[in-house]
């Protein structure tokens, strides 16, 4: 269920900027494959005398983003993310999803970013993290879950659990919260991701901020043009382990649920599963990763109807939900103490000029709020069917969290 936050809302008139470059006029999409481009969005900025209304910033890969210019909730606007300009999308699993609009828009290379040698993480002391659900409690859950899968009232169910460690923002009245470039850096280094993102928007008035460093290696959605592809991740295993049956089960499971999804917004019969099962290496850990593509239906070809259709027919994603999803969440909102925030949720950009979006799906992922003083919060979860092992489930979600954990907390601890 998706849940609507007062915003702040700038309106403006949208316009694509176009530029001579060597005598012909082209669009400036900042994609030149010769180097670094900038993009400047064409604002009119009526309740800020002239002034981009904030300081945030964002990196994806290849990408970065600052000067935010507008917020907006996109369980309201949605159609606004298909108007024109670069907006950064954040969604919680559980809450809003809120989306940014930003003034000037950087193309990068493709390469991990280089750490800098002035800039040191300080994270928690490692002794300090805590868990929304103890072993105890998750393994409990798992049996219910199995329970209720013996019923029929499920098939799968994504049981996750939160963990956080106080982490109090910096004195500097510049910063938003503790340095979340030095955190990106050290992940990029040590557990480097496809869809690496890093996002710190200060609060403005009544819209909220966000501060992220996800390492996540899944792919949520996609747009590139009418073609929109789904990568979801189900199964995992340790380096050099094989998969087991429950493993491969759940990933055709959810291949078939997320199929279902796009199938709201296809032409008919353009639903394919490219990938099916694809064993991919990641740092610590090796995952199960199919790959679903369809061609979007001329009714949501960047129509203001595409991205409100893209969310109420997939959102939250199904690797991260369960099957079926409506039964599934309603478990997950029985079993699980703390919110999820944007873990599980969607993470990522999406480009209205280019017709080109990526959003990946919040997993490795920690954020960062001011309540109590400040904390940094990492989720960690697992798949639950009929052939899961309570124990096992268990050991997986320590499995996915160990190392970045780790990272996290340096220099007391290390991987």
């Known amino acids: 269920m998706l849940y609507q936050l007062s915003h702040v809302r700038i309106r403006r008139e949208l316009r694509r900027t176009t530029i001579a470059q060597n005598g012909v006029a082209s669009q400036l999409r900042g994609d030149d494959a010769r180097g670094p481009t900038t993009r400047r ?7 800020t005398g002239g002034r981009v209304t904030g300081t945030g910033s964002a990196q994806f890969r290849g990408i970065r983003a600052s000067g935010v210019v507008e917020s907006i909730d996109v369980t309201t606007d949605g159609a606004r993310l298909a108007e024109g300009g670069f907006w950064v999308l954040v969604g919680a699993f559980d809450g809003a999803v809120r989306a940014w609009r930003f003034a000037d828009v950087e193309r990068l ?9 002035e800039r040191a993480w300080r994270g928690p002391q490692a002794a300090s993290w805590g868990t929304s659900l103890d072993r105890e409690a998750y393994v409990a859950g798992v049996e219910r879950i199995r329970g209720d899968i013996r019923e029929g009232t499920v098939y799968q169910v994504n049981l996750c659990r939160v963990m956080s460690a106080p982490l109090p923002a910096p ?4 910063a938003y919260g503790p340095d979340a470039v030095a955190l990106s850096q050290v992940l990029a280094v040590s557990n480097p991701a496809r869809y690496a993102a890093r996002i710190v928007i200060p609060p403005v008035g009544d819209a909220p901020g966000a501060w992220i460093v996800s390492a996540s290696p899944e792919l949520y959605l996609a747009v590139d043009g ?29 291949t078939d649920l997320v199929r279902n999804d796009l199938s709201h917004v ?7 599963v490219p990938e099916l099962l694809g064993e991919h290496p990641y740092p610590g850990s090796v995952h199960l990763q199919s790959t679903i593509a369809a061609t979007l239906a001329p009714d949501y070809d960047w129509t ?29 909102a029985r079993e699980e103490a703390a919110p999820r925030g944007p873990y599980c949720g969607a993470i990522g ?37 009929w052939g899961s092992d309570p124990v096992g489930e268990w050991d997986e979600t320590e499995l996915k969290a160990k190392r970045l954990i780790a990272l996290a907390s340096r220099p007391t601890m290390e991987p």
């Not at 991260?320 to 478990?331: C, E, F, N």
């Not at 950009?349 to 799906?361: I, M, S």
């Open 349 to 385: 950009w999406v480009d209205a000029d280019a017709r080109r979006a990526e959003l990946a799906v919040g997993i490795r992922t920690f954020w960062w709020t001011p309540d109590a003083g400040g904390r940094l919060y990492f989720g960690t979860g697992a798949g639950i069917t």
């Open 109 to 117: 290379p493709e390469v991990p970013e280089p750490p800098s040698p």
């Open 226 to 254: 009418r073609t929109v592809t789904s990568s979801p991740i189900k199964g995992t295993a340790a380096p050099g382990a094989a998969m087991l049956d429950k493993d491969v089960a759940e990933n055709v499971m959810i």
């Open 266 to 272: 296809a032409d008919p019969g353009s639903v394919a």
């Open 304 to 332: 203001p109807s595409l991205w409100p259709a893209l969310f109420a027919g997939t959102f939250p994603p199904g690797s991260v939900s369960g099957a079926p999803k409506s039964s599934a969440l309603d478990i997950i």
């Open 41 to 47: 969005d064409s604002v009119v900025r009526e309740a």
């Open 171 to 174: 004195a500097s009245a510049d």
